[in-house]
């Protein structure tokens, strides 16, 4: 299955408005409220690269993922088939919610929710973010990444690498307990672009439905300016400021109104998957990133 990009993901609020303003005025994304009730928030010629759907609860709903066109995402159906894993095919109208062309769902073996889609509908306005954010680091590299719960750790591991086509980058075993005490690892996965991880699996549970998700400014002015907007609005901030080892992206993160957090960066490494081997990394960060602020384990 040829997986271009993470190219959106969506939560599901019991107040859309707060992610609006989140959005706007924290990460700098351009919010759109959608005619069913719902809100894209816009981060460039996409319609949305976060979209919240009204309902009961404050937590992450699913994860979208790109295909180049119709005959790849056909393919990617007929894997999904062969390999025993029930999907839906979304109508027309609500690809268009999502800005795509056509849509289908499916869960992985630890129930999170996905959704492949092929193509984009885009009026191609120029992105102008409320907060003076020039530009996402988006295009081929998508949206940035995002961290899922996987207690089935193995099995969904190999779901993701056997039938949906990810590639391991590297990975962390995280021991709560200090060593030889029980092990928590964490898979950092690619998909068919240069950026370091689109996905991360993390072995346990998780209850908002995600770790965290992340955006990627050009440059560090633009990521300083993020950290004093996430201070000046009184964001929850859930680690401090540091580089992290593996992808070299240098961020901080703080609450999103979804029950999980948003890591905010700069610099990620830009990869050549013929070059590369895996590795595991000991340690999550070359500095900083005290996640004692707020969830443990948002790597
Ligand atoms: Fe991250």
Same mark, same amino acid.
């Given at each position: ?90 109508? %027309?109208? =609500? ?9 289908? +769902? !499916? /869960?992985? #073996? @630890? *129930?999170? %929710?996905? =959704? ?9 306005? +120029? !992105? /102008?973010? #409320? @907060? *003076? ?17 996987? #207690? ?148």
């Amino acid at each position: 299955m040829d997986i271009r990009a993470l190219s959106y993901i969506v939560a599901e609020s019991t107040a859309p408005h707060d992610w609006s303003a989140f959005g706007e005025q924290v990460i700098g994304l351009a919010a759109t409220a959608l005619p069913h009730g719902g809100v894209a928030l816009k981060a460039d010629e996409r319609l949305g690269r976060i979209f919240v759907e009204p309902g009961p609860q404050d937590r992450y709903h699913a994860s979208g993922w790109e295909l180049a066109n119709e005959a790849a995402f056909e393919q990617a159906l007929t894997q999904l088939a062969a390999a025993g894993t029930a999907f839906t095919r979304a109508s %027309r109208e =609500e690809a268009a919610r999502r800005g795509v062309l056509g849509l289908a +769902r !499916f /869960q992985d #073996p @630890a *129930g999170n %929710r996905h =959704e492949l889609t092929w193509g984009y509908c885009s009026d191609f306005n +120029r !992105f /102008q973010s #409320p @907060a *003076g954010v020039p530009r996402f680091v988006t295009g081929a590299m998508g949206m940035g990444h995002t961290v899922l719960p996987a #207690p089935n750790f193995d099995e969904t591991c190999a779901f993701f690498t056997n039938v949906l086509g990810f590639g391991l980058a590297d990975l962390m075993i995280h021991r709560p307990g200090g060593p030889g005490g029980p092990e928590m690892r964490i898979h950092f996965m690619h998909v068919g672009n240069a950026r370091h991880h689109s996905l991360a699996l993390f072995e346990g549970e998780v209850p908002s439905g995600c770790v965290h998700i992340m955006f990627e400014y050009e440059s560090m002015d633009e990521l300083g300016r993020a950290l004093d907007r996430a201070i000046a609005t009184k964001a929850r901030l859930t680690a401090t400021l540091g580089r992290h080892v593996n992808d070299g992206v240098t961020s901080f993160y703080c609450a999103t109104p979804g029950g999980f957090s948003i890591e905010l960066g700069w610099g990620g490494r830009q990869m050549d998957w013929s070059t590369h081997t895996v590795f595991e990394s000991t340690s999550v960060s070359l500095w900083g990133h005290d996640f004692s602020l707020g969830f443990k384990n948002a790597t």
